[in-house]
């Protein structure tokens, strides 16, 4: 077998027909590993190009399987697409001066266009192919949404019974609405995300369920694709930064490993260094990296030390609390994988607030490309790196904008709208006391002078 699973801690492998979330042995997290000289490896990036001719193969259509050389993990025939992937890189000069970036060198990678409208789908495409590959017949995830959007639409696709594990009350509308409209069975547990992922863990293994979360080995290798797809965009030159938001932590640990594969293969000549933004109200990552000094160390995370701060954090109930939804998580359970990424890409960790995040997001949709809160994270992050003098203005920044403006529309009316309930409700219990960015609406009697002073100012 040319493709095997691989634990990160102890090394000890595993077949790729095996539907495992864990290492058996030491509990520590799954990769998908290849033999890569055994294997069609492209001696340059620049072969992919091929594809682009291609269009009427489902496979080299889709933006993750056209890159199936680097992710063989099943042959391309079985796998499972619906055209995932077709995004954008914007060079976002209408967003580079708040960033404080020189024209030109700000790039948002626009993840909202997949056809759920999160990144989320990337991984599921794979891992619904893979799911498919093992005879599953039931899928299930815990989400604060698009998790459950993504499974919900791929589940429907090919033909298996979905169940989705949300907590109540924590789930932004427009990505409710795509779970019950794709037919998931959807339980709203009586509780947060980390509770919600924590029973699905629980549940899966007694019922035999293929659990799609991000410790799903195989939804990361389609991760890797949306940096290819940057690189695929600059023509195959390296950037300087890429900046993502940090939940579960899967997609900076899947990124990590997209580059540090293409180092090892020789397709790239240097990595990018990587920047990890928590909300401050979810911000284990940050506190763990940045104020208590965790490290990956090479395959020795200082157990002891980790192991503490979640202890600590079980012990107070301290639970995440943030406008950003999509991130609202204290438990990452990629948290091993990411300090990899980290030390791979050189990378940092920054939180930002509510309001850092809610006055980025403004600014992005005014550059035209919005975005739900969570993704706003990066460019607020980007623009702290920048106050901090850690990004120079000439560097080449990519931030990820992980899902779509519309999964949200609570948050954006809330910012804009300017009205008191809006302001109780939604922006003051989260620390937002200010909406310098805001576009209200503006109400005007049914009458046409007044429309046209309206209009004219
Ligand atoms: C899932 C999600 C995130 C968090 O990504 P992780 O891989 O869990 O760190 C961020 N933004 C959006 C919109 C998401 O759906
Ligand atoms: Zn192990």
Redesign the pocket.
């Known amino acids: 077998m040319t493709a095997y699973q691989k634990c990160i801690l102890c090394g000890e492998t595993h077949d790729i027909s095996e539907v495992l979330t864990s290492c058996p042995s030491c509990g520590g997290l799954l990769d998908v590993e290849y033999e890569w000289d055994k294997l069609p490896v492209p001696k340059s990036l620049k072969e992919f190009e091929k594809k682009w001719s291609e269009r009427s193969v489902p496979t080299s259509f889709s933006g993750v399987w056209r890159f199936h050389e680097l992710l063989p993990f099943v042959p391309k025939d079985k796998c499972k697409t619906i055209g995932e992937g077709q995004t954008v890189l914007q060079q976002a000069d209408k967003v580079a001066p708040y960033v404080g970036m020189n024209a030109g060198n700000l790039y948002l990678q626009y993840e909202g266009l997949n056809p759920s409208g ?3 789908d990337n991984g599921m495409t794979a891992a619904l192919t893979h799911a498919n590959l093992v005879g599953a017949k039931r899928a299930a995830c815990a989400s ?4 459950s959007a993504s499974l919900a639409l791929y589940a429907s696709l090919t033909g298996l019974k979905s169940v989705v594990f949300v907590g109540s009350g924590k789930i932004a509308y427009g990505k409710l609405s795509q779970a019950l409209d794709y037919g998931a069975l959807t339980l709203q547990i009586d509780g947060d995300f980390d509770d919600a992922m924590a029973r699905v863990r629980e549940v899966c293994p007694k019922l035999g369920i293929y659990l799609v979360n ?1 410790v799903n080995p195989f939804r990361l290798e389609g ?1 890797k694709t949306i940096m290819f797809r940057v690189l695929e965009s600059l023509r195959w030159q390296v950037p300087d930064w890429i900046v ?10 899947s990124f990590g490993k997209a580059f540090h594969e293409l180092k090892e293969l020789g397709l790239i000549d240097r990595v990018p260094r990587l920047a990890v933004i928590n909300a401050h109200g979810a911000n284990t990552l940050y506190e763990m990296y940045e104020k208590n000094g965790a490290r990956w160390n090479g395959g020795n995370p200082d157990r002891p030390l980790i192991e503490g701060y979640f202890k600590r954090m079980n012990d107070e109930n301290r639970r995440a609390h943030t406008i ?1 939804s ?2 609202e ?1 204290n438990r ?1 359970v ?1 948290f091993d994988k990411c300090l990899r990424a980290l030390e791979w890409c050189n990378g940092l960790v920054r939180e930002v607030t509510d309001q850092q995040i809610l006055d980025a997001k403004a600014q992005i949709g005014q550059g035209g490309l919005g ?2 809160p ?2 706003a994270a990066s460019v607020a992050g980007a623009k702290l790196l920048r106050e901090e003098g850690v990004i120079a203005p000439s560097d080449r920044v990519v931030c990820i904008l ?2 779509h403006l519309l ?1 949200d529309p609570t948050a954006t009316v809330a910012y804009h709208s300017g009205q008191k309930k809006y302001h109780d409700e939604v922006l003051a219990p989260r620390g937002v006391t200010t909406t310098q960015f805001a576009n209200n609406p503006v109400p005007v009697p049914n009458d046409v002078d007044a429309i046209v002073r309206a209009i004219e100012g």
């Open positions: 999160s990144f989320k604060t949404g698009n998790t991000s991760q993502v938001p940090g939940g579960n932590l899967g997609n900076s640990s950003a999509a991130i998580i990452p990629n975005c739900e969570a993704s992980t899902g999964k």
